[in-house]
């Protein structure tokens, strides 16, 4: 067996830059600390900090008066920004600064008068956030399909923005439906899509063309991780998304494949190292590092915990 180990994989800036700030978070304040939503979208970083003392709420009213809260790297609308303030949380504010490149876009766009088309998928924590910056300006645009649905009069002025962690190429093909039908359509002047999905996405659709199967790190609701598999899919690949060694099903291989093992953007090095090692014992398997691009981005903590460092 061959192992492609892809490189970039793994943490990004903006998931090392949260999980830092709830690690110092609880250094500096002591069990517990509210966290609003998973931290990240990772079955074993959420229960690593559960361990420590981090308690993980969708609703602001399980967290008590006067509690540290830190908000997840997905981000959150202002409505709850609000809600924990009425409740004199001492809120850390964990949000990537590439979701909030977005939010502050929607805030712009919606002042400016303009129909907010939201490329992203219905549901998930970075969506929700960002629709509620202008909830009255903003539709929800989920496929190609759905663009033929809009209905809206001739001279409604349109911008798009999208999900950070989407697919490049369904994020491609839902814009040009769009600008077909809309040739008026604007759009921000740097991309949303972030580094660190199209680094990821890069490395898998030149290095699955190698591989017989693919196995991808991360949890089932990672948005990114998800699309690290279908990606995989679409080179005829076979591929699976797992949070670990343990649910590797030896039947998957025979042992003289070529495996491409990769890691979505919130999932951590030491499930890649034990995934690895397992192929190793078993299948004899050869390591071979595959450096796609180099990353080198790194975000600073909130500015509340930067003060605690001194």
Known sequence: MKILLASPRGFCAGVNMAIESLDLALQQ???????????VHNKYVVQTFRDKGALFVDDLS???????????????????????????LNAIDATCPLVTKVHLEAIKYAREGY???L????????????????????VLVETEEDVGKLDLPSDTKLAYLTQTTLSVDDANRIIARLRDRFPNLINPPKEDICYATQNRQEAVRKLSVEADVCLVL???????????????????????LIDGASEIVPEWFTGDETVLVTAGASAPETVVEECVDWLKERFEADVQLCMVREESVHFPLPKVLRQLQG
Not at 29 to 39: Q, R, S
Not at 124 to 131: L, N, P
Not at 218 to 240: I, W
């Open 29 to 39: 304040f002591g069990p517990p600390v509210y966290v609003y939503h998973e931290i």
């Open 115 to 117: 129909t907010i088309l």
């Open 62 to 88: 399980e967290v008590p008066p006067g509690s540290n809260l830190l908000f997840s790297a997905h981000g959150v609308s202002p409505e709850i920004r609000a809600v924990a303030k009425e409740r004199k």
């Open 218 to 240: 991360g949890s089932q609701n990672s948005s990114n991780s998800q699309r690290l598999k279908e990606l995989a899919e679409d080179s005829s690949v076979r591929s699976y």
């Open 119 to 138: 490329i992203g998928h219905e549901g998930h924590d970075e969506v929700i956030g960002t629709m509620g910056e202008a909830p009255e300006s903003m």
